[in-house]
Nanobody, 125 residues
Framework: QVQLVESGGGLVQAGDSLRLSCSAS????????MGWFRQAPGKEREFVAA????????YSADSVKGRFTISRDNAENTVYLQMNSLKHEDTAVYYC??????????????????WGKGTLVTVSS
C-alpha cells in the first residue's frame, strides 16, 4: 500500500506555469504506475496523465497534450506534473494516484488503486 501527498497548487494567471509534486511513501514507489487526475467544480473527475513505473512511457489527455508533462524521480519517490500555458479551464482539484504495475502506459486510465487528497489549482482569466 502506498500513501500519496500532493503539493504545489495555487492561484495563477492564464498563461502561467505551475509544477505539482506528489510524494509517495509506504511501499516500493518504482512498482507503481503513477497518474494525475483532476476534478473541476461541478464536473466529473477526468484523467490528465500517467507514467509507467520506470518513466519509460507516458500518456496524456488530449486536453493537456503539449502543455502538461508528467515525470517521476524514483530515487525521491516523487511524481511531478509540469503545467505550462495554463488556461482558466484547467482550474480544478488535482489528484495524484497510483496503481501497482510494471507494464508500459499506452492509454488513459479511468481509475487507480490509491489516491492522494488533492491540491487546488486556480487559473484566473
Amino acid at each position: 500500500q502506498v500513501q500519496l501527498v500532493e503539493s504545489g497548487g495555487g492561484l495563477v494567471q492564464a498563461g502561467d506555469s505551475l509544477r505539482l509534486s506528489c510524494s509517495a511513501s509506504g511501499d516500493t514507489f518504482s512498482s507503481y504506475t503513477m497518474g494525475w487526475f483532476r476534478q473541476a467544480p461541478g464536473k466529473e473527475r477526468e484523467f490528465v496523465a500517467a507514467i509507467s513505473w520506470n518513466g519509460g512511457s507516458t500518456y496524456s489527455a488530449d486536453s493537456v497534450k503539449g502543455r502538461f508533462t508528467i515525470s517521476r524521480d524514483n530515487a525521491e519517490n516523487t511524481v511531478y506534473l509540469q503545467m505550462n500555458s495554463l488556461k482558466h479551464e484547467d482550474t480544478a482539484v488535482y489528484y495524484c494516484a497510483a496503481e501497482p504495475s510494471t507494464t508500459v502506459v499506452w492509454g488513459p486510465y479511468y481509475d487507480m488503486d490509491y489516491w492522494g487528497k488533492g491540491t487546488l489549482v486556480t487559473v484566473s482569466s
